[in-house]
């Protein structure tokens, strides 16, 4: 007679399942029996690991220990949120990932605190419980912005302070369905010797908070403060640790502010998110087109819009140039112009591939006149895609001949003047058509296909060729001359 059993019922095991180990003497045995045949505790065997001569049904390897067959385990994606703000949804490829930790960095004052805690409201208004640790600004401050930005729903948690282990106890306990640290350079790990904000506590702190979204699938977002010279003891260093890394910028002194992924995990990079920064907290701007030219004046000389790409969105963006009165360049050679929201470097260069590649030449040469470019709206604009554009601002403001309102241009302008191709030609001919442009100048090798109907497109090989399908006529014969010592070609070529 076997004794008495106490404790826990049987469990039901296949006797295929094997082998078994005994968790008192570790004995094994190939099939699963109610009492160890090595020391005699009953109730004590556990399965160990898979028969090696049992193979997965669909044919592949046998797993070895720790590994499994990738198509036996379930996707992240399966845990994707909602952030209830439609622009970072779009950004985030449909909302944060249950457990993941998104690093939000931006320069101060941004807006980068007002975005995120509009995401813990809309998603507290869902009714899912959400919690907010301010390490940066008190509640108090905290509860000021939200007087502007709405009602504070119930399930809308605060916690304030710097430590990094009060903050982990809070998410433990009460396990929100999102958390926001705000910020990443004001926390710190109490048991480290270095300030907030340096290297190792940034790093410290990540690594903790990282664990922690893991074990818990609590998705964290983190803001970081980038300053404009650099990266301070920040966000770059823990990029690599983190699984979303998104940046928010824009000029502060305009609305408009532009949300990209810089790394993304769970999905695709380079999608934006535009926002527009108000009275009452970030408005998503779906369609930016009327808020970056709706203040447009058309018919000045000096101005054309570019399609522009911010990730894969196109945007539309007027470049402008201007003369100035007098000489920048020491009174010979070609101006520099001066830019503001485009790089300078960059458009030295196009005023000079101007100055020696078209007839402009003769027009530029003397007296040097002191060039101002700049990219309007609120947004720097870097791309190659907007040479042509800027060239052919300079171009007009320095021939006094508007460039047609209804055109956009666009292409990547080589040293010999050549016009050459730029990526996502289909998506900025696009949206200038959506936009109610009707003209457009592109690179020569433009694919017929991407061309939408109702936008006459003009290839041109080179910036010549662009002036001439701008104007027809021979640059400088229309240059009204106003400007004190200015030259036409004529005038310039019979000097
Ligand atoms: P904030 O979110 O605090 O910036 P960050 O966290 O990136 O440092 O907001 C920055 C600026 O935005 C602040 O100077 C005031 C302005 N603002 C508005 O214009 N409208 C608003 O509704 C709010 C809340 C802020
Ligand atoms: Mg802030």
Redesign the pocket.
């Given at each position: 007679m076997p004794p008495t059993r106490t404790g826990p019922p049987f469990r039901a095991h296949s006797i295929k399942d094997g082998p078994f180990v005994c968790t008192a003497c570790h004995a094994t045995t190939p099939r699963w029996v109610g009492r160890c045949p090595g020391c005699g505790t009953w109730n004590a065997l556990e399965r160990s690991a898979p028969s090696p001569t049992r193979r997965p049904a669909t044919g592949g390897p046998v797993p070895g220990p720790g590994a499994l067959p990738l198509r036996d385990v379930g996707s992240d994606l399966a845990r994707l949120q909602s952030t209830g703000v439609s622009e970072l949804d779009r950004v985030l490829g449909g909302g944060v990932v249950g457990g993941s930790v998104t690093l939000l960095f931006g320069p101060p004052g941004i807006g980068?605190?007002t975005l995120l805690f509009q995401v813990l409201s809309a998603v507290a208004a869902g009714g899912a419980d959400v919690l907010l640790a301010s390490a940066?600004?008190s509640l108090a401050q905290v509860r000021g912005r939200a007087v502007r930005l709405g009602d504070v729903p119930p399930q809308l948690l605060a916690l304030e302070g710097p430590d990094v282990a009060a903050i982990e106890a809070a998410i433990g306990h009460n396990r929100p369905a999102l958390a926001v640290v705000?910020?990443l350079q004001s926390i710190a790990d109490p048991a480290l010797t270095q300030p907030a904000g340096s290297l190792a506590q940034v790093r410290a702190c990540v690594e903790r908070l990282t664990r922690l979204a893991k074990t818990e699938g609590v998705p964290i977002l983190l803001?970081g403060h980038v300053t404009k010279d650099g990266d301070l003891a920040g966000p770059r260093a823990v990029e690599h640790l983190v699984d979303t890394v998104l940046s928010f910028d824009g000029d502060r002194h305009h609305a408009l502010r532009v949300l990209t992924s810089v790394k993304h995990r769970f999905g695709a990079t380079g999608e934006v998110g535009i926002f527009e920064m108000r009275d009452d907290g970030l408005r998503a701007v779906p369609d930016p087109g009327p808020l970056m030219l709706g203040d447009r004046m058309a018919g000045v000389p000096g101005s054309v819009v570019v399609p522009v790409l911010q990730g894969r969105r196109p945007l539309l963006v007027e470049v402008q140039a201007l003369l100035g009165p007098g000489g920048s360049g020491g009174g010979s050679g070609t101006p520099r112009p001066q830019a503001l929201g485009l790089d300078a470097a960059r458009a030295n260069l196009l005023l000079a591939v101007l100055a020696c590649r078209t007839v402009m030449g003769a027009v530029l040469g003397k007296p040097p006149p002191e060039f101002f470019v700049a990219a309007v709206g609120g947004i720097s604009v870097t791309e190659p895609a907007s040479d042509l554009a800027v060239a052919l601002a300079m171009a007009s403001v320095a021939d006094g001949r508007p460039i047609p309102a209804d055109l956009v241009a666009f292409g990547e302008l080589g040293l010999a003047g050549e016009v050459r191709m730029v990526p996502g030609v289909d998506r900025r001919l696009a949206e200038a058509r959506r936009a109610g442009f009707t003209r457009a100048l592109v690179p020569a090798s433009t694919p017929c296909d991407s061309v939408p109907k109702g936008l006459l497109v003009e290839g041109v090989r080179t910036l010549a060729d662009a002036l001439h399908a701008l104007w027809r006529t021979p640059v400088g014969e229309t240059c009204p001359g106003t400007m004190p010592g200015w030259s036409t070609v004529a005038a310039a070529a019979s000097r």
């Open positions: 980068k605190s940066e600004e705000d910020s803001v």
